[in-house]
Every structure is written in C-alpha cells, then in structure tokens.
C-alpha cells in the first residue's frame, strides 16, 4: 500500500481544510486507516483513526467535536475535516495504514505511512 497525503498550507485560525490521503493497493478497503501530525522535536501523535469496515471511530481528545475522519472505499480515499483549526494544530499531518478492520492509536500499529503534509495555523 503506497499513501499520500495532500490539502496542507497555511490556514487563518479557524479555517476548515479538508487533508486528503491516497492510496494505492486493490485490497486497500481491508486496511485500518488513521491521521497522526507531528511538530518538530515532538513524538508523531494520534489524531484520528477509522476502522476497515467503517464502523468504529477514534479521536485524540483534542480535536473531538472539530475534526472529521472519512473514507471514500470507491475511490481508495481517506479525509481528514478539519474545523474551527487552533495554532496548536500546526503540524505536519501524516497518513496512515494498517492490515486489517480493527482500528488502533498507537504509531506503532500502522505499516504504512504517507510522506506528510504541513498545515500552518496562522493566529
């Protein structure tokens, strides 16, 4: 499975990016998929993860209730919404995958990564 991740830039505070990831792979829809970001220095952190059949969802507490997780299985795609963006949300925001339908937060789980995409949270 190859990923990348695109839809970074620089964001006025309280924008609404959407991140896309694309994935390449025929059996892609039997991956486990999650968005981490990472500030330079600071360990990669979880930020939200979908299970392979859809049906079970996490968010880093931080971003509940802003922050959306999708996936389109059609088009071997993953979104991350984005709303009500902080500073603190500056990061560079990876892509991830795992085999599998169980969903996970650590790093550690997933095989694959996307190369990243930095959003800029301007103030």
């Known amino acids: 499975v190859q990923l990348q991740a695109s839809g970074g830039g620089l964001v006025t505070a309280g924008g609404s990016p959407r991140l896309s990831c694309t994935a390449s792979?025929?059996?892609?829809?039997?991956?486990?998929v999650g968005w981490f970001r990472q500030i330079p220095g600071n360990e990669r952190e979880f930020v939200a993860a979908?299970?392979?059949?859809?049906?079970?969802?996490y968010y880093e507490d931080s971003v509940k209730g802003r922050f959306t997780i999708s996936r389109d299985y059609a088009k071997n795609m993953v979104y991350l919404q984005m709303n009500s963006l902080k500073p603190e949300d500056t990061a560079v925001y990876y892509c991830?995958?795992?085999?599998?339908?169980?969903?996970?937060?650590?790093?550690?789980?997933?095989?694959?990564w996307g190369q990243g995409t930095l959003v800029t949270v301007s103030s």
């Open positions: 991830a995958a795992r085999p599998g339908v169980t969903g996970a937060t650590p790093a550690t789980e997933y095989r694959y």
């Open positions: 792979g025929p059996t892609f829809s039997a991956y486990s």
């Open positions: 979908l299970s392979g059949s859809g049906g079970r969802i």
